[in-house]
């Protein structure tokens, strides 16, 4: 351990000048619980996850988003939580978990943590002193009224379970409110010494090493009379004020806003970039799956229109699927009522104000269909972030209960329980997948990596090429005009540096850089300062030394066929020409743009990448 290298790289300060990593990563999600069990208790743990970060290192993401991993009845997947400030036992000890973001910080994987700060447990000390009596130390920490009618503007959330957000409580013979399951009480923020608390909780996790949060049902920390208790401008000061506790303590650390809202009321977590990083893209996901159903870009492009231009050194996350339901808030009655009879035709898969399913069986297994929407989450504006078990096209079980149906455990192999954990069948938290189409003997890791043609390669193939093209993460966006409605086609365009790795840049034993040198990152990576600096190291690559070949700019042409059937693209490239498209995954020059429209065909669900190029490259320097 002597070797400079092997210590983890500075997360802050050097390692990343600008603080801009979270601009170009690819987020992976994990559900602690159900992705390895190193004890085999059977229940996923820390120690697990970390034995798995070399799968994840292999795989090719940046950055782990840890769910919940505190201590929780567990009533709500973990974001119940009845105590802030320590790791649920059956995950492991504190110990365990500054020893996994170590070992990931090694692997130049970071990690956020989610951060649940509107709510607790019913069965959180807090809670319990809060409502044994009006006049305890902790009876303003929640937030409590004589009746059940205050804020009626304020939507109920979980509209299928809870028909208001006040709950009687006998002992303290008032209601308390909650914005999600009665279990869960709200926090009052109106208390300073609660704002307070939590800004201790965010600085004891930060000390541990976490990169960032991503922060739970932020919109609700607040309520005022005559709103519907969302967005609040009380809200946003508070994000600000975490914020500045950031900057001053902890630069290069991020905040990660799930805030489910049209885009110009999320946008308004970015503040004036003093407040969130990054957002979640809410409403653009469940449009990505009407518009492959309709076979048309409108509710797409429809979505981009609306999507407000935002700060400088901010970014949207954008994702298939995640650890809820499809959520259909953002959609209007008729779409929703569509995607119910396209995606849910069991009506057991509904879940909430939504579809609990996963990306595969939503797709009914298309695989065309799931490099096509991945296509579009990688090249659109935003950091990409994947559901753990979505790189293996994994299924879920719609007979379980509300979220478990898509949280069961990770598939690693055929052997038992899909090596997820030698505990007995019985003991698993939830039964892993066996029937014949998802079923671990079908679906796992272990077969995948064996088979270089599996879905696990390909979508890892395209994370290297994707790294290559960071303008695909910061890139202005223009989506092209095309007479066939089917097809999507946007340009993605901006400066990048061209850098190469110093030879002693590399861990000993990693495999290389499968883009080979050079390396390509965007401009802001402060090359101003000088010749040589250090970035964000690349995955298998900690801290690298990293040599400026100069500047040029990148341009990317995306072009997605959105219809089950083969179809023509008319593209109105007129401004790029004399240039040369060049396909990426292969890098074979096509016809170089001229001023009529450029056509190109793409087979059934088909994408094609382009890099713009001045100069044709010869043919032969393409793939073979
Ligand atoms: C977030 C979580 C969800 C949870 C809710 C209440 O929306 O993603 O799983 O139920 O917050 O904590």
Redesign the pocket.
């Known amino acids: 351990m002597n070797d400079p290298r092997l210590h983890p790289p500075p997360i802050d300060g050097p390692a990343d000048p600008t603080r801009r990593w979270f601009q170009h990563a690819v987020f992976y999600e994990v559900l602690l619980r159900g992705f390895y069990d190193a004890n085999n208790d059977g229940v996923g743990d820390l120690q697990g996850l970390r034995e798995k970060l070399d799968y994840l290192q292999w795989l090719g993401i940046d950055c782990v988003w840890l769910l919940p991993f505190y201590p929780s009845p567990q009533r ?2 973990g ?1 119940d939580i009845s105590d802030f400030f320590d790791v649920h036992p059956d995950y492991g000890t504190l110990a365990d978990l500054e020893g996994l973001l170590h070992d990931a910080h090694q692997r130049g994987i970071r990690v956020v943590a989610d951060l ?1 700060m509107n ?1 607790t447990s019913d069965q959180h000390p807090w809670f319990i002193e809060s409502r044994s009596s009006r006049t305890n130390p902790k009876a303003d920490w929640y937030v409590w009224n004589d009746d059940d009618q205050r804020w009626p503007e304020a939507r109920v959330v979980f509209t299928d379970v809870e028909r208001s957000n006040w709950t009687w409580d006998d002992r303290r013979q008032q209601y308390y409110w909650h914005r ?1 399951y009665s279990h ?1 009480p709200d926090l009052n923020y109106e208390n300073p010494e609660v704002a307070e608390t939590m800004v201790d909780l965010v600085r004891f996790w930060l000390n541990r090493g976490f990169d960032g949060f991503r922060l ?2 932020v919109p609700y920390l607040f309520q005022r009379d005559g709103t519907a208790g969302e967005h609040l401008p009380e809200t946003h000061s508070y994000i600000r004020r975490i914020r500045k506790h950031l900057e001053a303590e902890y630069p290069g650390r991020v905040l990660l806003a ?1 805030a489910n809202g049209w885009p110009a009321d999320v946008a308004d977590y970015f503040g004036n970039g003093d407040e969130c990083q990054l957002c979640f893209h809410f409403p653009l996901m469940p449009r990505l799956f009407m518009a492959v159903r309709r076979e048309q870009r409108y509710p797409v492009t429809e979505i981009l229109s609306q999507t407000p231009e935002i700060p400088d050194g901010c970014q949207w996350a954008i994702f298939l699927r995640n ?2 339901e499809l959520t259909l808030e953002q959609v209007s009655d008729e779409d929703r009522d569509y995607l119910f009879s396209e995606y849910a035709k069991d009506p057991r898969m509904k879940r909430h104000m939504g579809i609990g399913r996963r990306l595969a069986p939503l797709l009914d297994g298309d695989r065309r269909l799931a490099e096509l929407l991945y296509a579009l989450v990688l090249s659109l504006p935003g950091s990409p972030v994947i559901y753990y078990g979505d790189e293996l096209l994994m299924g879920d079980n719609m007979y379980l209960g509300d ?1 478990d149906s898509v949280r069961t455990p990770m598939q690693w192999s055929p052997d038992r329980n899909g090596g997820f954990s030698k505990a007995d069948f019985a003991q698993l938290y939830l039964p892993p997948l066996m029937d014949p189409v998802y079923g671990f003997s079908a679906v796992n890791v272990e077969a995948q990596q064996r088979n270089p043609g599996s879905f696990l390669h390909w979508l890892r193939g395209m994370l290297v090429h994707r790294r290559s093209l960071p303008m695909l993460g910061v890139g202005s966006m223009d989506v092209l005009d095309c007479p066939n409605p089917s097809i999507l086609a946007y340009v993605r365009a901006g400066e990048v540096a061209d850098l190469a790795i110093s030879p002693e840049g590399r861990l000993p034993g990693t495999a290389p850089e499968p883009t080979g040198s050079p390396l390509v990152v965007p401009t802001w990576e402060a090359w101003e300062e000088g010749e040589r600096s250090v970035v964000t190291p690349p995955a298998g690559v900690v801290a690298p030394d990293l040599v400026s070949l100069g500047r040029r700019h990148q341009t990317v042409l995306c072009v997605h066929n959105l219809s089950r059937f083969a179809q023509p693209a008319e593209l109105a490239l007129a401004r790029w020409a004399g240039q040369t498209p060049v396909e990426v995954l292969g890098r074979v020059p096509f016809p170089p743009i001229g001023d009529d429209p450029y056509t190109v065909s793409l087979g059934p669900y088909g994408y094609l990448w382009f890099e713009l190029v001045e100069q044709a490259p010869d043919p032969g320097e393409g793939a073979g």
Do not use: I, L, N
């Open positions: 709500d997947g974001y649940v709510h999600f869960q739970d049902a799930e650890h809820d979220r």
